[in-house]
C-alpha cells in the first residue's frame, strides 16, 4: 500500500478543491500581476526619463570645448573617466549672418556614442562632401535643402582655438536630418557666461558640432581643427562631481560644460508626473492586491475548518497542518509566478506602448527578480495569517463551530420567536461570517470610493482641456515683473524689439505674430479703502510694513496693524516724484486689439468695450476682481495671509469669514489717472544699482526719474482670471496707445500663429527655430501645439491607466467577492438543504442571499461614497482653512456619488447572476444531495 | 383512509461502475394515523426510502402519491408548501440550522409559512421534550440528544399530517427515548398524524401497528 503521507494529502486535496483552487491561484495571479506591473511600469518610468535626457543632451556626463590633444590623452588615462571621445570641429558655416551659424565637425566612434544623434531623416555622413545636419542649424542658417540636396553656404575653417577671417564657399550634399541637441546643450548646460550682446565670438556654440561630416575630413589649407572632448564618469553616481573634478584637475583643458542631469520638457513632464501618479496608484493596488490574496487564503481555511478540526483530532500536529497549507501555497504560487510575470511583462509592456513614443520599455533582469520575489512576499504574507490561525485551532472548536457561540454571547444575540426566514438567516450570516463580509465590504468600497472621486476627477479634466489660441508664445515675462512702483520704468526692458517681430513675420511658415507689452504705472487715489489695502498686501511692493504679529494677537489686531503703517521706500517714492495723493502701482499691459477683443469680449463685468477709444488711448480697461477678501491666520509660527478675488460677489463673500472685504470702488465711465515712472537708465544698470542699495536697507531712485501722468476714462471691468495677464488688478490697453502711457517699450511677449495648421513634425521644426531665433536670452518657449498635445497625451494616458487599473480593480473586486461568496454557498449547502427540507421554497432561499448582498454592497458601496465624500469635502475644508499652500490643487479633484453608485449597482447585478445561478444549480439538486455530507 | 402510497418505487446510486439499489421496487401504502416502523440493518436503504418518500430525494423510477395525487405532478413551489405545511421529518443527522437558536429551529417551519405559531402547542411540545433550557442556544452549543429533540420539535411545530423520522431515539437515553416516543404517539392520536419511523430499537418497533423490514433494498411487511 502506498504510503499516505501529509503531502499526498495535500495534493490529492488540492485535486478535489480544484474549483476553489483555480479561484485562489487567480486572484495571487492578479495580485501578483499587480505587483509587478507596478515595478515593471516604475522601472520603466526611470528608463524612459534616462532616454529622454539622452535624446535632448546626449549621454555624455561633459564636454571639454576647445581642448587640446594632450589633454585628450590625459583624460583617457584618467581612472575616474570611463569614456573619451572628440569631435573634430573643421570649420563655422553662416549664409550671410555669422552669428546664426553652425560649426562642422566629425565626431569619433566614442564620441558618436557619448554624443547619441537622433536621426529623424536619412542617414550618417559615410563619404566626404556628405553632412548630416540637426534641423535647427539648417533653419538658423535658412538652408532649405532637403535630404539629397546639395547646399552651398559661406565657411571659415577652424583654427584651434577660434576661426581664420579667411572666407571660403563649402558645399555639401545633406544626406541626414538629426535631432537638435545644440540648443538644448546651450540653452541648459552652456548659458552660465552667455553674454547676450557679444554673439559674435560664441566658442561655445561653435566648438560643438551641429553639422557632421565623415570621420577624417580634414580643414581646409591653413587651419587646425577645434577639439571638442565628450566625457563620461567612471563612476555613474558620481557624475554629478565630474564637473567640479574636471574643473580642478583640467583647468585649462577648455571650457567645461557639464550634461543636466535631468531630462527637460514636456515629455519629462509627462513622464515624471506619470511615474509619480504610478507610484500613488502602486501603493493603493498593492493593498488592494495583498487584501485579495488574504482574503481568498481566509476563504480557503473558513472553508476547511472542521477537516483541520478532524485531521487535528485524529493526530495532526500543528506544524503539520501548517506544513499542508504551506505547501499548497507554496505550490500555487510556484504555478502562478511564471505565468504573472509573463502577463505582468506584456501587459506593462502594451501600456508603454500606448503612452506614447518617449517612454521606452526596458525592463532589466533585476526588475524581474525583484518582482518575483515581491510578488513571493506578497504571497507569504498574505498567507501567513490564516496559516498561522489553521495551525492555531483546537480540534473541537474547529468541528464544532464554537466560535458562533463565543460571538452569540458577545454580539448578545436573543433568541426570536416571530421572524422571517430570509431576513433572519441573512441577519445571522452577517453576524458569525463577518470577517468574510467586512471583506467583500472593503473591497466594495475601495472599489467605489474610487469610482466616486477618480471618473468625475477625470472627465472634468477631459473638458476643461480646452484648446489654445495661439501656436506658439516666446516671452520673458515671468509672472507679475509690472507691479512694483517703478522697475520697468526703464529702457530696454522686454526683450523682443519691433525688428525681430518684423524677422518672425518675414518666415513663411508664419501667418501671424502678435505681441504683448507692459509696463507698471501708478494708479492715483484719495484714500486706499479696504479694496485697494487688500489687494496691496498681495503685490510685491508693500505699500505697508508693519511689524511681525504677537502671538496673543487676535486676527483683527494683525489685521489692524497690518494696513496701519505705510512703508518708508513707498514714502521716499512718493515724495522723490512729488505725489500728493495715494498710489497703487498696477501693470498696464498691451496687446493688439484683435488679441485684446479675444481676449476679454466675453469677460466684461461692467461697462463696454469700445475699440476705438482704447486703440486712441482714451479709454482704458481694468481687469480686476469686483470683491476680494482678506483673512489672516498663524501657520505655526508664521503667519498666513490671504487674499481671495471673489468674482462671485456676495455669495463667495458669505462662504467665508473674512477679516476684511472691499469692493471695487472704481466703476465703469469714470476718470482715473495713471502715472508712469520713467527713466533713462538701462534695465540692467537699474536691476544692478538697486541691488545695491537693497543690500544697505535703501530704494534705490535714480536721479532722472520722472513721472508722466495721464487721465482717461474707464470703459469697462473685465474679469481677470484665466485671461492673458495674471494679475489679480491690472490696466488693459492696446499696443496702439501704449506709448501714451509713458514710453514705449519692447515686447515681452510675442504670440506666434502658423500658416495652416500645425503637426508634430512643424511644432518640432518651429520650436528649433524659435530656440534659435532666442538662443542666449532669458526667454522661455511655449508650444501651445506642444501643450495641447500634451494634455491630450496625458489625458490618454490617465484614461489608458486609469481604464486598464479599474478593470483590472473591478476584475479582482468581483473576483474576490465571488470567490468569497460562492464559498459560503458551498459552505451553506448543508444549510440550504436543511432549509429545503423543512419546507423553504427556492426564493426564499434566494432571498438569504440577496439580502446579505444587498446589505453588504449597501455597507461597501455607501461606506465607498461616503469615504469618499468625506475625504473630498474634508480636503476642500482644509483647502478652505489653508488657502494659500493649497489653492492650486484644490480644483483638480472632483466627486460625484452617481458613477460610484452606478457601478455598485453594476456590481450588483454580476454578483446576483452568478451567485443565484450558482444557487439555482443546488437547489435543483435533490435536497439529500446537499445535506450529504462529503 | 390512504395518505400516502409509492409505486414501483426505485432508486439507484452510481458510484463509478457499481449500481447500488437503496431501493428496489418498493410499493406500499400508509393509511392515515398509522404508526408504521421501518427496520433493518444498516445500509439496507431506510433513509433513503423515507427521503423518496418526503420529496427530499427523486427517485430513479416509481412514484409517490399523496392524497391521491402523485408527487410527480408537483412543482418545486408546490413541493417546499407540501414540505412545511403537510410533512415534518426527523434527520438521522437532526440537520439544524447552525446560524439559529433552538427555538428559531423549531419555529422554522412555521416561520417559512408566514403564519402565528400556535404558542400553547409549541411550548407544550418543548416541555415534553424537555428542551426548555436550550432553546435560545445555537446547535453547536447542544448535545446530540438535545439536537436531535429540537429537530423533533421542529418537525412537530407545523401539525403536519405526516412525520418523518430516521432514528428520532438514536441519540437518547432509554427513558428519554421512551417519553419521546409517546410524545410522538400522543400526538399523532390527538392531530391524527400519521407516523413512519425507522429505528433499530425493537422496543420502539413493538410499538408499531406496522412494522416493514428492509433488506438490501427490498421492502416486506
Ligand atoms: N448519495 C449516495 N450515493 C451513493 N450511494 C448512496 C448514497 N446514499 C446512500 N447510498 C447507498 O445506499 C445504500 C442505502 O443507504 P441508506 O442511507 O438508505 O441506509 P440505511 O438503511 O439508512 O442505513 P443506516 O441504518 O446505517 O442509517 C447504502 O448502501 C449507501 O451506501
Ligand atoms: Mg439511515
Known sequence: ???????????????????????????????????????????????????????????????????????????????????????????????????????????????????????????????????AAERDALLRMGVDAAVGERFTVAAQAANGGGYLESIYESTYTLVGVLAGKRGALEKYALNRNVVIADREVPTEVFGLPALFVCAGTQTAPGGREILTAYVKAADEKNADGLEMYLSQTFANAGEIAATPRSAAGFSAMRISSLGETGQYLSLILLAASAAGVFGAMDANLADRKKQIGLLRAVGATRAQ??????????????????????????????????????????????????????????????????????????????????????????????????????????????TFARRRQVSVALMLAFLTGLAALAVPTFLDSYRSSARLRHDFDITSDFGRSGDAMYNTAFSGYGYFTESDRASLAANREIAAV?????????????????????????????????????????????????????????????????????????????????????????????????????????????????????????????????????????????????????????????????????????????????????????????????????????????????RVFLADFSLITTTAAFPLFGVDRNYVTLNIDLAGECDAAR??????????????????????????????????????????ILTLLLAAGIGVMLNTLSAQLREDKRTIGTLRAVGADARTVGSVYFRQMLAVFALGGGGGIAASALLFFGWRLYTDLNPIETNAIRGAVRFSPVPAAALCLLLLAVCCAVIGGKKRRQTKRSVTDNIREL | MTILECKNLTKEYYSGENVVKAVDNANLTFEQGEFTAITGPSGSGKSTLLHLLSSLENPTSGEVIYNGESLKKYNDNQLSILRRRRFGFVFQAYNLVQELTGMENILLPVMLDKKKPDEGYIEKLVDVLGIADRLSHLPSAMSGGQQQRIAIARALANKPAILFADEPTGNLDGKSGREVLSLLKYVSAEFGITLILVTHDLGVAEQADRVLTMRDGVCKN
Open chain 1, 514 to 722: 502678435s505681441g504683448v507689452k507692459k509696463c507698471s504705472v501708478n494708479l492715483l487715489l484719495d484714500e486706499y479703502g479696504d479694496y485697494f489695502d487688500t489687494l496691496a498686501l498681495r503685490g510685491s511692493v508693500r505699500y505697508q510694513s508693519p511689524p511681525f504679529p504677537e502671538k496673543s494677537m487676535t486676527k483683527r489686531q494683525i489685521a489692524e496693524q497690518a494696513f496701519a503703517k505705510v512703508s518708508p521706500e513707498y514714502e521716499a517714492f512718493r515724495e522723490k516724484l512729488g505725489f500728493d495723493r495715494e498710489l497703487f502701482s498696477a501693470a498696464l499691459c498691451a496687446c493688439e486689439s484683435a488679441a485684446l477683443e479675444a481676449d476679454y469680449g466675453g469677460a466684461v463685468l461692467e461697462g463696454r468695450i469700445d475699440m476705438g477709444k482704447l486703440l486712441s488711448g482714451e479709454e482704458i480697461l481694468i481687469a480686476a476682481p469686483l470683491a476680494v477678501g482678506y483673512d489672516v491666520a498663524w501657520s505655526g509660527d508664521g503667519l498666513a495671509e490671504t487674499i481671495l478675488p471673489l468674482d462671485g460677489g456676495e455669495s463667495a463673500l458669505k462662504n467665508r469669514s473674512f477679516t476684511k472685504t472691499g469692493t471695487l470702488p472704481i466703476h465703469a465711465g469714470d476718470r482715473i489717472t495713471l502715472s508712469a515712472a520713467v527713466s533713462g537708465l538701462s534695465f540692467d544698470d537699474w536691476q544692478k544699482q538697486n541691488a545695491a542699495a537693497a543690500e544697505s536697507g535703501k530704494i534705490f531712485l535714480p536721479d532722472d526719474l520722472r513721472r508722466i501722468d495721464r487721465e482717461v476714462t474707464v470703459g469697462a471691468i473685465v474679469a481677470p482670471e484665466g
Open chain 1, 763 to 804: 511644432n518640432d521644426e518651429m520650436t528649433e527655430y524659435l530656440a534659435a531665433f532666442t538662443a542666449g536670452k532669458q526667454v522661455e518657449i511655449y508650444s501651445d501645439f506642444e501643450y495641447a498635445q500634451y494634455a491630450k497625451q496625458r489625458l490618454r494616458a490617465t484614461l489608458v491607466t486609469l481604464s486598464g
Open chain 1, 321 to 430: 497542518i501548517a506544513g499542508i497549507f504551506a505547501r499548497e501555497t507554496a505550490l500555487i504560487a510556484l504555478i502562478s509566478l511564471p505565468v504573472s510575470l509573463a502577463l505582468s511583462y506584456f501587459l506593462t509592456k502594451l501600456l508603454i506602448g500606448l503612452l506614447g513614443d518617449e517612454f521606452v520599455f526596458l525592463p532589466d533582469l533585476k526588475t524581474l527578480l525583484v518582482s518575483g520575489g515581491f510578488g513571493l512576499a506578497c504571497i507569504a504574507a498574505a498567507s501567513a495569517v490564516p496559516l498561522v490561525r489553521a495551525s492555531r485551532l483546537s480540534p473541537m472548536f474547529a468541528i464544532r463551530g464554537a466560535e458562533m457561540n463565543r460571538k452569540m454571547r458577545k454580539k448578545r444575540i436573543r433568541s426570536k420567536s416571530f421572524f422571517s426566514v430570509s431576513s433572519l438567516m441573512a441577519k445571522r450570516r452577517l
Open chain 1, 1 to 131: 500500500m502506498k504510503t499516505f503521507t501529509l503531502s499526498v494529502f495535500a495534493a490529492r486535496d488540492l485535486r478535489r478543491r480544484k474549483k476553489q483552487y483555480i479561484a485562489l491561484t487567480l486572484g495571487i495571479v492578479f495580485s501578483m500581476i499587480f505587483s509587478s506591473g507596478v515595478l515593471f511600469f516604475l522601472s520603466c518610468v526611470d528608463a524612459s526619463l534616462e532616454e529622454n535626457r539622452f535624446r535632448t543632451y546626449g549621454k555624455q556626463d561633459a564636454l571639454l570645448l576647445g581642448t587640446t590633444e594632450d589633454a585628450l590623452s590625459r583624460l583617457r588615462s584618467d581612472p575616474k573617466i570611463r569614456a573619451v571621445g572628440a569631435a573634430h570641429v573643421i570649420e563655422k558655416v553662416y549664409t550671410d549672418d555669422p552669428a546664426k551659424g553652425s560649426a562642422v565637425g566629425w565626431l569619433d566612434e566614442t564620441a558618436l556614442q557619448l554624443a547619441y544623434p537622433i536621426l529623424t531623416e536619412g542617414r550618417m555622413p559615410s563619404a566626404p562632401g556628405e553632412v
